[in-house]
């Protein structure tokens, strides 16, 4: 069946510092891509997302690039700050559609 | 106004219990599902209707129930609650089954 796997967390790093947070997937067909972001108390929301092969999903300084050839949905930012501090869920959806099957969660920690 | 609004927040309750968690989206989506997020933050889907309709239902036992009385709701009934079903459940919608889920900011579930 299908599976997304992220790096480990937590991870923890000082302002305007670079964040790369590693996702690959496991589905039979051709998923759409996800990051969810859930901040402290809240639901989760939409940070991007690509629907096929090398797009880009961009949004709030973040980006991720769809890479079919190593099943990757790696999330980059240039510069955190200590308001991006949350958990972060990458996910793939079928072309089905219906059901998000979702990472483990990386919780990321900004410190000033 | 809350787009996905789930009630209760917070559930604290004793285990042999019976209790419900309700859904209300106001985005006029046609599709609504039940996410649980257990202590490691892992998000599992539940449940998932379509125009009422129950189009997935996962590997979980029959103490849980959702139902559907309109498109805008979807509510969870949890028969003899036991200590596991510990978590935060979480509501989400989507127009139709293949577009971007909108999260309700969860239901924190603790059974004592």
């Known amino acids: 069946g299908d599976s997304v796997t992220q790096m480990e967390g937590p991870v923890t790093l000082s302002e305007e510092a670079f964040l790369t947070i590693n996702c690959t997937y496991t589905a039979t067909g051709y998923p759409s891509l996800f990051w969810y972001v859930q901040y402290p108390g809240e639901g989760l929301q939409l940070l991007l997302k690509?629907?096929?092969?090398?797009d880009k999903g961009s949004n709030k300084g973040f980006e991720a690039t769809y890479r079919k050839e190593t099943t990757s949905f790696h999330l980059e930012k240039g510069s955190v700050q200590v308001s991006d501090s949350a958990v972060y869920f990458c996910a793939l959806s079928e072309s089905s559609g219906s059901r998000l099957t979702f990472g483990e969660g990386t919780q990321l920690t900004v410190n000033p | 106004d809350t787009a996905v609004s789930q009630t209760p927040k917070y559930l604290v309750t004793q285990m042999g219990n019976d209790k419900s968690i309700k859904c209300e989206q106001n985005l006029g989506h046609d599709t609504m599902y039940w996410y649980k997020q257990d202590s490691k933050k892992f998000l599992k889907i539940m449940f998932s209707?379509?125009?009422?309709?129950?189009?997935i239902n996962e590997t979980v036992p029959n103490r849980f129930s959702p139902k559907s009385p309109d498109k805008a709701h979807l509510n969870l009934h949890i028969n003899s609650l036991e200590l596991g079903d510990s978590a935060v459940y979480f509501c989400?919608?989507?127009?139709?089954?293949?577009?971007?889920?909108?999260f309700g900011a969860g239901t924190r579930l603790s059974v004592l």
């Open positions: 989400a919608s989507s127009q139709g089954t293949k577009n971007i889920q909108y």
């Open positions: 690509a629907t096929k092969a090398d």
């Open positions: 209707y379509n125009n009422k309709e129950l189009i």
